[in-house]
């Protein structure tokens, strides 16, 4: 049995935490390059083809929304959840301090923008409970991150 004192133990418990900790910064590393990945995929087309008909989409669906067409929440979805989300998935897969904040920045935006977005056109696919999910896994992870990494 290894005593609490042992210089080995203590050595083990330190790099059993240090494990524990880069997992946290690889699960959100992985879930930043997912939603990343697929905001891209979502408002490229929203950038080429504003009117949405590429996506299936109408622009009725933004009759109670400030916009006419979806030019301006694709540059947002790709700006903020596409090219944000992959800069800040870099920092968490590096195990970077600021991995922390990022991850509660951009998982809070994520929880935003799908909570604006069910507010103006409704609960209309299953990709916004996920998305909305995604956000505040990313959220905790990132205080988790930020609160270790001030410890350390």
């Not at 004192?5 to 203590?10: F, G, P, S």
């Not at 330190?14 to 946290?24: A, D, F, P």
Request: aromatic letters at 12%; hydrophobic letters at 45%; one cysteine or more.
């Amino acid at each position: 049995m290894r005593s609490p004192c042992n210089k080995e133990y203590i050595l083990y418990l330190h790099n059993n935490i240090l494990k524990m900790k880069h997992q946290l910064y690889k699960y959100l590393g992985y879930l930043q390059i997912f939603v990343g990945m697929g905001a891209l995929a979502g408002g490229i087309p929203m950038l080429i083809n504003p009117n949405g008909q590429s996506q299936g989409l109408t622009t009725e669906a933004l009759q109670n929304s400030p916009f006419d067409s979806y030019l301006i929440p694709g540059l947002l979805l790709v700006a903020v959840n596409g090219i944000g989300q992959l800069i800040s998935s870099s920092f968490s897969l590096k195990f970077k301090k600021e991995a922390g904040i990022l991850g509660i920045m951009f998982g809070a935006a994520l929880v935003v923008w799908i909570a604006v977005q069910m507010y103006y056109i409704s609960l209309s696919s299953w990709m916004q409970p996920l998305f909305l999910a995604i956000g505040t896994v990313e959220l905790f992870l990132g205080i988790r991150i930020y609160k270790t990494s001030r410890q350390s």
